[in-house]
């Protein structure tokens, strides 16, 4: 589980804040993901990198940005969210596109 | 497009007894099928895949799942539970972007 890390692991911002998520993975994968898992709710797709080109975006609001600057880091913007954001933010890594993916533990975040 | 079903949100088993986690998926060509772990405030920790070739596939902390074309299924199974198996499962398949379509989840409790 080591392979991927994400910080924070908790966050708690107001809908006014801006901050970053941030995901590093040690494992020399080429393809990155973010999704975000709701209660209830399956987890949901993100973002998807591969070779630090954006190849997925699932209709995601502005408010979410992410970043990534190389193939070892991925990066999610936040500004002005709404209540409805808090989740748990996931980042995932895997060879390639098409290869099992290896998760981090996640960040917890609160919009208040 | 590719959907995974866990019909199952909740199972309890007694420790020692076996377990059986169901999963059908629709997707047009051979998939890529995918279980999952995730403990209480922890990422999700990869249990097995299948891929190809052999249709019984074995994972590690003693999980197996079987790949039945017939039935869309790739149902999850252990012969003997352990108080530490309680968590959520979630089967996986990869969708056409080469990310991965999640279900539900299972949430399975043991009982002493």
């Known amino acids: 589980e080591t392979g991927v890390t994400q910080t924070p692991r908790h966050l708690v911002m107001g809908m006014t804040n801006k901050k970053s998520l941030k995901c590093e993975q040690h494992?020399?994968?080429?393809?990155m993901y973010w999704y975000k898992q709701s209660a209830k709710k399956p987890l949901e797709l993100m973002f998807v990198?591969?070779?630090?080109?954006?190849?997925e975006n699932n209709s995601v609001p502005s408010r979410f940005s992410p970043e990534c600057p190389n193939s070892s880091h991925l990066f999610l913007h936040l500004h002005t969210l709404q209540p409805e954001d808090s989740a748990l933010y996931l980042c995932?890594?895997?060879?390639?596109?098409?290869?099992?993916?290896?998760f981090g533990p996640g960040t917890r975040l609160t919009v208040t | 497009a590719q959907s995974v079903t866990q019909p199952d949100i909740h199972i309890t088993v007694s420790e020692g007894a076996s377990l059986e986690l169901r999963c059908n998926y629709s997707?047009?060509?051979?998939?890529?099928l995918f279980w999952y772990v995730q403990s209480p405030g922890q990422g999700l920790q990869l249990l097995l895949k299948?891929?190809?070739?052999?249709?019984l596939v074995q994972g590690i902390k003693g999980f197996e799942a079987e790949f039945k074309r017939s039935q869309s299924s790739f149902n999850l199974r252990k012969p003997s539970v352990h108080w530490s198996d309680a968590a959520e499962y979630f089967c996986?398949?990869?969708?056409?972007?080469?990310?991965?379509?999640f279900g539900k989840g299972t949430k399975l409790s043991v009982k002493p």
């Open positions: 494992l020399g994968h080429n393809a």
């Open positions: 299948y891929f190809s070739g052999d249709t």
């Open positions: 990198y591969s070779l630090e080109e954006r190849v």
């Open positions: 995932a890594s895997s060879r390639g596109t098409s290869y099992e993916q290896y």
């Open positions: 997707y047009g060509a051979t998939p890529y």
């Open positions: 996986a398949v990869e969708g056409s972007q080469g990310n991965l379509i």
